[in-house]
């Protein structure tokens, strides 16, 4: 059984570069949050998506969007790099209503802006 | 505004030790209590978790201790091992179907 899978695992972009993360969530899972790790700190909650819709977000600008599709997968989008954006960016899966006793996060995508 | 405060920032403790991991939060909201180990390279993963009706749980080596009415929550690692040596984060959320709030993480060390 795959656990949730990220694509890029690193990823070096330059400032004003836009950039797509991908995600596939646990076999059942319906529910896809973006969490952004910055070094040495606890990761911090960006948005979640259900049913292909965003239903909660964090303290993020704009710049962060996302998606996600019907098959569950998501996509997050960064535009206009920064390089305060450099961070480990992590993606959780669950299943709605299920509880955080089932929220598995992949192993993430390290983001570099120079 | 960290909804989450995490002590210490790094631990180092003898093969065999108790390693404790302390949390405060302010939230009264916060409902569900989980926490999570992290090695190099991977992502977190869920290593015990607790709600605030019940004042300890234990599983394995591993104990959480919860005190409401202090808003506090720590993580007891008994007979600790080499291979614990990792990140752990405690994290609080009001809703387990929410957004997670997490601690800044402790480095723990467990030297043979």
């Known amino acids: 059984d795959a656990g949730v899978t990220q694509s890029p695992t690193h990823l070096i972009k330059t400032r004003g570069q836009q950039v797509t993360l991908r995600c596939s969530p646990k076999?059942?899972?319906?529910?896809v949050s973006w969490y952004q790790q910055a070094l040495g700190q606890g990761p911090q909650f960006i948005f979640q998506?259900?049913?292909?819709?965003?239903?909660q977000r964090g303290n993020f600008p704009d710049r962060f969007s996302g998606h996600q599709f019907p098959n569950y997968s998501s996509e997050l989008n960064v535009n206009a790099l920064l390089l305060g954006d450099s961070a480990l960016y992590l993606c959780?899966?669950?299943?709605f209503g299920a509880g955080g006793e089932k929220l598995f996060f992949g192993s993430g995508t390290q983001l570099s802006v120079l | 505004q960290q909804q989450v405060k995490q002590s210490p920032q790094s631990l180092i403790v003898q093969k065999g030790g108790i390693s404790i991991i302390n949390c405060a939060y302010e939230?009264?909201?916060?409902?569900?209590f989980p926490w999570y180990q992290q090695f190099p390279g991977k992502g977190p993963a869920l290593l015990i978790a607790?709600?605030?009706?019940?004042s300890e749980k234990k599983e394995g080596r591993f104990t959480i201790s919860f005190n409401k009415s202090a808003k506090q929550f720590s993580l007891h690692i008994m007979d600790s091992q080499p291979g614990d040596s990792a990140t752990y984060f405690c994290?609080?959320?009001?809703?387990?179907?929410?957004?997670?709030?997490f601690g800044t993480g402790t480095s723990l060390t467990v030297i043979p």
């Open positions: 959780a899966s669950s299943l």
């Open positions: 998506y259900y049913e292909e819709e965003e239903r």
């Open positions: 076999s059942g899972h319906d529910t």
């Open positions: 994290a609080a959320t009001p809703d387990a179907g929410n957004q997670f709030y």
């Open positions: 939230n009264t909201a916060f409902d569900y």
């Open positions: 607790i709600r605030p009706d019940v």
